[in-house]
């Protein structure tokens, strides 16, 4: 940024402690704004702090001034001036600058009034072409809360809104590239004015870009904060609703237990275990016998399935002794079905559960 001009006029103390409260405010933003440290930290909030105050002290001293008027022509404001239009632009991005959950609603509505009225100077002397941004009603919210604690939103989106929203999403592309273009050329005209050897022209042209490239950021800002704005309404809906409604009665205490090692051991394999055995093996084993309900001695009684592979075994040995005797019937009988098996496929005549 440029140094303050020095003057030989009398009355010149008080512009030159505007611009030094003016300069001063600029570098505490962009210290603040490029700087690695946590935005919340005590230091950090202490400079914004002190920056906010220097900047509405050179506010306060414009509107004395009367620097700017409506019925002027940008070409009217001396060079030396323009500097000031940028005032409410670093107040409310200081301003966003600031920490707090409890008043962040306070002071993004806060920023955004300041974004406001250095929109509306740069639009009533032309500096930019752009669209002002609707005005938001801060009482009523697109997302209204319910009794029970639910939102509900008032409408659903329809063909007009879609269409606005590509309309947006366009002009924030523009103004993207814009900015790109204003920030390659403040580059190229910042060095000859820290070098101290810009003419009037140069230096007008400086502040006049710097002012162009803060219309595309409050803009960006704006629009950022309009959305922040709505889901902090919201979330202040919820807690209402959330308050209003009736508490749970209380819950009767929960019996507290243990589990330890022991406490398992003790009801597995010591005493309190519900089934603790009474007797050894060889009770049971003597109070069954007693009774007669045991098995003759372990000596295992058959079974019908070992009745029926013992028939079978037997009449397999029947046949082998008539085959080693020659029997004229049995090898009759063999022969006639060895013949028929050579005629008869396996199957043959087997129509069960053919359908």
Partial sequence: MAECENTNDASAAEPSKLCDLLDRGWKIFDEVDSTNEPLGSNSIQVRVKRGISMLEEASGMVAQLDLFSRNEELEEIATADLRYLLLPALLGALTMKQTGRDKRLEIVQTSRAYFMDFLKRSKEYNLSQFELPKLTNENTSVVEASENGHSTA????????????AAQR????????????LEA????????VDSGKADDEVSRDF???NVQRWVTVCLEEI???????EILKKMDG???GAAKQPAHPARPPMK????TKDAVQAKVFGAGYPSLATMTVDDWYDQH???????DQGIPSRVDGEEDTDAKEREEEDKEKKAENDDEESLLKARNWDDWKETHRRGYGNRHNMG
């Fill in 154 to 165: 008032k409408s659903v989106p329809c063909q007009s809104d879609l269409v606005s929203m």
């Fill in 185 to 192: 050329r403040l580059t190229d005209v910042r060095r000859a």
């Fill in 223 to 229: 629009e950022s904060i309009d959305q922040e704005a």
């Fill in 207 to 209: 502040y006049l870009l």
């Fill in 238 to 240: 919820l807690k209402q």
């Fill in 170 to 181: 366009q002009a924030k592309i523009q103004r993207y590239r814009q900015r790109k273009e």
């Fill in 289 to 295: 016998r007693k009774k007669g309900a045991l098995p």
């Fill in 256 to 259: 507290p237990f243990i589990l």
